[in-house]
Every structure is written in structure tokens, then in C-alpha cells.
């Protein structure tokens, strides 16, 4: 299989940068499955699960909001975090997802660029991703 | 004697303060090296939206996010400084506050109305001696996401609220480990750094529009350029302490020599006396015999 460079970066740091065969990505409108010699494209993320292959090896991330561009192979992800499931502190995303809910609740109307909903979403995919992939 | 002990004293206590120069030198260059780590970790994240941005704003004509608007006239003029809590740091906080104070004057003089920020207990306490009043100040602060993000919300809330309608941050700009400059950028309202060395091709898909992307990369960009001037500042704060330390500590060092080799004079003379009276005292005994 024809393999392509990924790059990952949080705002602190580098998560990942090296070769994948297959890249998983919440897009803003679902999600986007990447191979090798992908149309040149540049989407936004939602916070969401980023799974990673390269070599019959699986990486998995909670990923916050950001964007990612893909042209030619090479696909570059700016996001605020991304986070292996061994990284997540799910009490401390307990507590988020309260906070957020609370202020939601205040709120008539909200974008889906809203601060306190995109706040949501980050605690509830932190969650998700340490119930579904943490003990493998 | 009494000036022997004067002397003995004098170095006993440039030596302790020789002591705390090079202690606070050793403080600044352990801490140095995670400040670098922290902010190069930055730049390639915040190179890669920089280079989304400009697609964004070659792809939309006429997007105006709300941070963006620059229809008001600039009647009042917002002045975020950046200094840091403590001292010791050589001419640091006395450059970054006189580049305030310019502006501040050049803001008087053109009838404007300037809306002070002030960051770091250097700054407060300056404007608290002088009495000019500031909308506000915080002292001991760590330039960390949390405190951005805290900062981002106060001074986005005060723009829409028309609180000021340009505002601009002073801060040093580490150039590198002992060298900075002083920089002032205007943050409110955004206007986006152009990647020149980007090819514009412009055939690039954007998902779901580039419209909709601004009201993201526009707070996600804003914040970063927050926190990484916080993380500069501190950065050259750090580096000007190792220079002023270091130099302090070479300056302590020599002045203990110095006045060593006043106190061995000291004590020479004094013996020199001592034998001088002596001998003196012998050969009038001799001749009194």
C-alpha cells in the first residue's frame, strides 16, 4: 500500500509525524478517510476521533476542533489537542462537560462555532475515546 | 585596626550578594531552557494557521468576522503591556514601559483616549506611583493557555463593548537568549498575517466554506498570537536576567578582589607600624642604656 506523510500538531506540541497508510478524520461535515494521493483539500475538524494506520499498527486520538489540510501526500492537522486514550484525564473531562453543559443551558441559541459547545464536544470525545480505547 | 574590620565586613557582604546574583543566574537559566522548549513548540502550529488564514482570506472577499471590523474610528486606544513581576532583569520592564509611555503621550496628543492594560507588577506599580489610572492590571501571572484564554475572552468582550476600538500589545520579543526587542502589535481588531511564501493557487476545496471557517480560525488564531507574546516576554525576560546576573555577578567578584587586595594593604601598614614603633622603641632603650 502506498504509504503518505502525516503531521499532526497541537498547539504545544508535536503529536504525530511520520508515514500512515490511512488516515480517519472528523471533518465538520463527517468524516474524512484519507489515502494515499488524496484531492488537495482543506477542511475544518470538529472535535472527534482521529484514527491513524500505518503498517497494521492502529494510533487512536481524541481531537479537538482545528483544520487540516491535504494536498498532494502530505496531510497537515492543526488542532488545540489530540490526545492518545492514555492521556486523558476523564475526571477532569467530567468536570468540563458539566461546566460546558451549565453554560449551554444559559444560552437561547447556539452556533456550532460556540465556545461552551465546542467544549462539550471536546469533553464528550475524551470520554468516548477512554471507554472505547483505553484497555486495548 | 578599625578600618581592617571596616574592610573585612565590606567583603563579607558583597560576597553574600555575589552569592544571590549568581543563585538567581543559575534560577534564570535552568528556567530559560523550558520557555524556549514551550514557545518553539508553537511555531508550527501557529505557522499552519497562518498559512489556512490567508487561504481563507484569498478564497472570501468580503468575510468580516465581528473581531475583524474596522469601521469604527480609533477614538480610543487600547494599551496591553506586557512586564514582568520581578525585578533584577537589567533595563527589561524600563524598555518595554517606555515604549507604553510613548504611546500613551502620542495618544493624549491626538485627542484620543488611551485604555491601559497593564500585565505584571512592574507596569502597576508604575502607573500606581504616577497616579494615571488603568481599566486593568494583574500581577503574578504565568503565561500559560488557561490565562490566555482568560485574556482572549476579557479583551474580546471589551471590543465588542467598544470599550476601545484598536488595541495594541507591547511586549519584548526575544531575539535570542540575550538579546530582545521591543515589540508593538495591534491584536483588536485582527488583521491577518499573509503567508507570502504560500503558492496561490487557489483551486484548493474548502470544507465546509471558507466563511464558516473564519468564525474559527479568527478566536483560534487571536489566542495564539496571545499566548505566544506572553511566552516571548517571558523568554527575554529570562534571557535579560541571565545578562544582568551574569554581569552583576562578574562586577561582585571584581569588587571583592578589589578591596582584598585593599584590606592585605591594610594589614601591611599596619604591621609596618607595628615593627616601625617597635624598633623605635628598642633603639631609644638602647641609647638610654
Redesign the interface.
Known amino acids: 500500500m502506498k504509504s503518505f506523510f502525516v503531521d499532526i500538531v497541537a498547539k504545544d506540541e508535536q503529536v504525530y509525524s511520520g508515514e500512515a497508510d490511512y488516515i480517519l478524520l472528523p471533518g465538520w461535515d463527517g468524516e474524512i478517510g484519507v489515502f494515499a494521493s488524496h484531492t488537495p483539500i482543506i477542511s475544518m475538524l470538529r472535535p472527534g476521533v482521529c484514527k491513524l494506520r500505518f503498517e497494521n499498527q492502529e494510533l487512536v486520538w481524541a481531537m479537538s476542533e482545528g483544520f487540516v489540510s491535504i494536498s498532494g501526500d502530505k496531510v497537515t492537522a492543526a488542532v488545540t489537542f489530540a490526545y492518545s486514550p492514555d492521556e486523558i484525564d476523564d475526571e477532569l473531562a467530567e468536570q468540563e462537560l458539566e461546566s460546558a453543559r451549565k453554560a449551554l443551558s444559559e444560552k437561547t441559541s447556539v452556533s456550532m462555532t460556540d465556545e461552551d459547545y465546542l467544549k462539550e464536544q471536546r469533553a464528550l470525545v475524551c470520554l468516548k475515546v477512554v471507554k472505547e480505547y483505553l484497555d486495548e | 585596626m578599625g578600618n581592617l574590620k571596616e574592610i573585612k565586613n565590606r567583603i563579607a557582604s558583597v560576597l553574600s550578594i555575589c552569592q544571590i546574583t549568581r543563585a538567581m543566574k543559575m534560577i534564570a537559566s535552568s528556567k530559560i531552557s523550558k520557555a524556549e522548549a514551550?514557545l518553539k513548540?508553537?511555531i508550527?502550529?501557529t505557522k499552519?494557521?497562518v498559512?489556512?488564514m490567508s487561504?481563507v482570506s484569498r478564497q472570501t472577499s468580503e468575510v468580516v468576522h465581528p473581531l475583524m471590523s474596522d469601521e469604527r474610528e480609533h477614538k480610543k486606544i487600547g494599551i496591553f503591556v506586557v512586564t514582568s513581576d520581578k525585578g533584577l532583569c537589567g533595563a527589561y520592564n524600563m524598555n518595554v514601559l517606555k515604549k507604553a509611555e510613548e504611546l500613551y503621550y502620542d495618544c493624549i496628543e491626538s485627542d484620543c483616549e488611551p485604555v491601559l492594560y497593564l500585565l505584571g507588577t512592574k507596569a502597576t506599580l508604575q502607573y500606581d506611583r504616577r497616579k494615571i489610572p488603568y481599566r486593568w492590571g494583574r500581577q503574578d501571572w504565568e503565561a500559560d493557555?488557561d490565562f490566555a484564554d482568560i485574556l482572549y475572552s476579557m479583551l474580546v468582550r471589551d471590543f465588542l463593548d467598544g470599550v476601545f476600538d484598536i488595541l495594541h500589545i507591547i511586549y519584548a520579543s526575544a531575539k535570542s537568549r540575550a538579546s530582545y526587542v521591543v515589540v508593538e502589535k495591534q491584536l483588536l481588531p485582527f488583521e491577518p498575517e499573509f503567508d507570502d511564501e504560500q503558492d496561490s493557487s487557489g483551486?484548493?476545496?474548502?470544507?465546509?466554506s471558507a466563511e464558516?471557517?473564519v468564525?474559527?480560525?479568527v478566536?483560534?488564531t487571536l489566542k495564539?498570537i496571545i499566548?505566544t507574546a506572553l511566552l516571548d516576554a517571558r523568554f527575554a525576560e529570562y534571557g535579560s536576567r541571565i545578562v544582568a546576573m551574569t554581569n552583576a555577578t562578574e562586577n561582585a567578584e571584581q569588587l571583592v578582589s578589589d578591596l582584598r587586595l585593599k584590606f592585605f594593604r591594610a594589614r601591611q601598614e599596619a604591621i609596618t607600624t607595628e615593627i616601625l614603633e617597635v624598633s623605635a622603641a628598642a633603639a631609644q632603650l638602647q641609647e638610654s642604656e
Do not use: T
Not at chain 2, 483551486?203 to 465546509?208: M, R
Open positions: 514551550l513548540a508553537r508550527p502550529y499552519h494557521l498559512s489556512i487561504e493557555d483551486n484548493v476545496i474548502f470544507e465546509p464558516e471557517a468564525n474559527l480560525i478566536p483560534m495564539q499566548i
